[in-house]
């Protein structure tokens, strides 16, 4: 009982540690600041009124109050998961999210009869499906980088075809693969609705946070309003992103090594924690069975994944 408390109260303190630190990232993202200045920059009263018009759509979506929907956490909240999963409403998740943590906290309860064992079993059963939205999203983001210089050459022969760039849009919705054809898809019929181009590109651009897109965006607002062969810009767009994402696996290959070494530092601990405690189970009952134990294996836990986050750090090189 007390090595299953122990194990729950670890696994929470390092969700609420790694929940932490993703917060201070996202917080800190001045990358993302600037690109949402640049892309609404257009300062004209009309301007703003459809961006808010449009954030207002956005925030019915959302399917909480509207008190709610106001405050920056839940924004945020809202876009990540939109990010992830864009069909799904936040109030929906959060309901899942409540459910799965108070189903998993009873049977918690029940098995072990132990409060603090469910309380911990109930917060770490919270904090899964943001997992899953964070693999998820950064899985999408991925895949939509990757299927973007294709997109841009289909779009640039569309247009050196004769097609006008509204019914490459089209035509990239119905052509291309999920989940990039979705996205266009959106923009398509925002501007069908009557949303400017413009808008509905700085709308797609910001939803998605991906500086490839926005160079794509930018350059549209720009040549659409200075002129210009927009068809010869994509495919110099294009050729970009294949070189940033031929470098970027370039890099990943050099710092393989790095990250498998890493990987098999904060594992050799464990194993050897395990291969001794077969070999000789009193020895390991001293820091199974004791209070002084169990604060060694937290504070070890806490180095151990303090660790994998610095050489993640280490090993991570932004293309």
């Keep these: 009982m007390d090595q299953l408390l122990f194990i729950l109260i670890a696994v929470a303190v390092a969700a609420l540690a790694w929940g932490a630190c993703q ?153 291309l693969p999920q989940p990039l054809a979705a996205e266009f898809r959106r923009c398509y019929d925002q501007h069908s609705l009557g949303q400017p181009l413009e808008e509905a590109l700085r709308d797609m651009a910001l939803r998605l946070e991906s500086s490839d897109v926005a160079f794509f965006a930018t350059a549209v607002v720009i040549q659409r309003q200075s002129g210009g062969d927009l068809a010869e810009v994509l495919r110099n767009i294009s050729t970009m992103i294949r070189q940033r994402l031929r470098l970027q696996q370039s890099v990943k290959a050099k710092t393989a090594e790095g990250r498998f070494t890493g990987y098999i530092m904060v594992a050799f601990p464990a194993v050897m924690f395990l291969i001794a405690w077969m070999l000789n189970p009193d020895y390991g009952n001293v820091l199974l069975h004791t209070s002084l134990g169990h604060k060694l294996l937290g504070v070890a836990f806490a180095l151990e994944m303090l660790g994998l986050f610095l050489i993640k750090k280490i090993t991570t090189v932004a293309v």
């Design 23 to 175: 917060a201070i990232a996202v917080a800190t993202a001045g990358q993302k600041r600037k690109l949402h200045q640049r892309l609404s920059s257009d300062s004209r009263p009309e301007m703003q009124i459809r961006a808010a018009r449009t954030v207002l759509l956005q925030e019915q979506t959302t399917g909480l109050p509207t008190f709610f929907n106001r405050l920056t956490p839940v924004q945020l909240l809202q876009r990540r998961v939109g990010q992830a999963f864009p069909d799904l409403p936040l109030g929906r998740f959060m309901l899942a999210d409540g459910a799965i943590a108070l189903m998993c906290m009873a049977i918690a309860g029940l098995a072990t009869g132990n409060p603090t064992a469910a309380l911990m079993t109930g917060a770490v059963a919270a904090y899964l499906p943001f997992l899953v939205v964070s693999v998820r999203r950064s899985r999408r983001a991925r895949q939509i980088t990757q299927q973007l210089p294709e997109a841009l050459d289909f779009l640039s022969r569309a247009m050196r075809a004769g097609q006008s760039f509204s019914t490459g849009l089209q035509m990239m919705s119905d052509e």
